[in-house]
């Protein structure tokens, strides 16, 4: 069982940027595909982006693209969001989520339907 703990989260300003960190415990990630989704108060939680194993594709929403990236460290079993240019509307949890296996095809990185293991949140908080 895979136990996945975000930190990085906070109150900053519009424009600033933030990096929320993954750790995972209680098993490797690292042939695992991995992601992260985002609840904003009274919206529906979203995917925002994911990785594969190996790092050799990402995908992400279209409200964060070019503005966020993840990334991973197998050996630290960690993964990342780094963010940037944040906008109110980035207010959300954070989750970091871990699928069971390796390999999808590239439609299935963007739903949860193969992230079976999801952490507790972070939450971000953006203020003008």
């Known amino acids: 069982q895979v136990q996945l703990v975000e930190s990085g989260g906070g109150l900053v300003q519009t424009g600033a940027s933030l990096r929320l960190s993954c750790t995972a415990s209680?098993?490797?990630?690292?042939?695992?595909?991995m992601g992260w989704f985002r609840q904003a108060p009274g919206k529906e939680r979203e995917f925002v982006a994911s990785?594969?194993?190996?790092?050799?594709?990402?995908y992400y929403a279209d409200s964060v693209k070019g503005r966020f990236t993840i990334s991973r460290d197998n050996a630290l079993n960690t993964v990342y969001l780094q963010t940037s240019s944040l906008k109110l509307e980035d207010t959300a949890d954070y989750y970091c989520?871990?699928?069971?296996?390796?390999?999808?095809?590239?439609?299935?990185?963007?739903?949860?339907?193969?992230?079976?293991?999801w952490g507790q949140g972070t939450q971000v908080t953006v203020s003008s």
């Open positions: 989520v871990a699928a069971v296996g390796w390999s999808y095809p590239s439609r299935d990185y963007y739903t949860e339907d193969i992230f079976h293991y």
């Open positions: 209680g098993g490797t990630i690292s042939r695992r595909a």
């Open positions: 990785i594969k194993w190996d790092s050799s594709s990402t």
